[in-house]
């Protein structure tokens, strides 16, 4: 019995962390980590001027004050330093975190930009996954979404322009000039040109 209470008692801490993180990256501008998941206990938010903001949230205390470490131009991240210290006392368990965080920096925080909102449900036309596998070989292009879309407006489709530049090379009539290769789109036919890594 008293085992089933404290794992009980301990979910219910749980939820409250993971509600807490549910609104920021519902309600924020998160670029870190790159997928946002319920096990990770940081989340890096763009508050804009190239200026970010690393909170590690306590998972017992999510309500709490977070750690903090702000990212960006030495001018503009001592002002903020200056604030959050300043202001660290406005925080308040009754608030959300993201109310308190607005409340402590005196500004509003940007929201999630709506291209990724969109680019949730964009899949490439090609692999129909939405991220590229994470792995060596691709290097930058590791783990990003679709890249390329086709420029026909009726067609609208979307591709890696791995995939895509993989699928053109399979194909007889896809011509090469330098690193770029032209051909048709794999849906409607109309004319791509897609930029490849001259060493593929």
Known sequence: MHATYNYTQHLEKLQEFW?????????????????PSRATSFRQINLGNECSILLSINVYDPRSLPE???????????????????????????????ENLENLMETSFPGPP????????????????????????????????????????????AFHSVCLGDWLRS??????????????CPYCSGPVAVKVDSNG
């Open 171 to 184: 194909i007889t009539t896809t011509r090469q000039s330098f690193d770029v290769l032209f051909g048709n």
């Open 19 to 35: 509600s807490t993180l549910d609104n920021i990256d519902r309600s924020l501008w998160v670029v870190g980590p790159r997928q």
């Open 114 to 157: 709506d291209s990724w909102r969109d680019e949730e449900q964009v899949e490439c036309g090609i692999c129909y996954a939405q991220c590229l596998p994470i792995n060596d070989e691709l290097g930058a292009k590791s783990g990003s979404g679709p890249d390329y879309t086709c420029d026909n407006s009726s067609c609208n489709r």
């Open 68 to 98: 903090c470490r702000f990212l960006g131009p030495d001018s503009i991240v001592d002002l903020m330093k200056k604030k959050w210290k300043r202001n660290s006392k406005r925080w308040t368990k009754d608030k959300s975190l993201v």
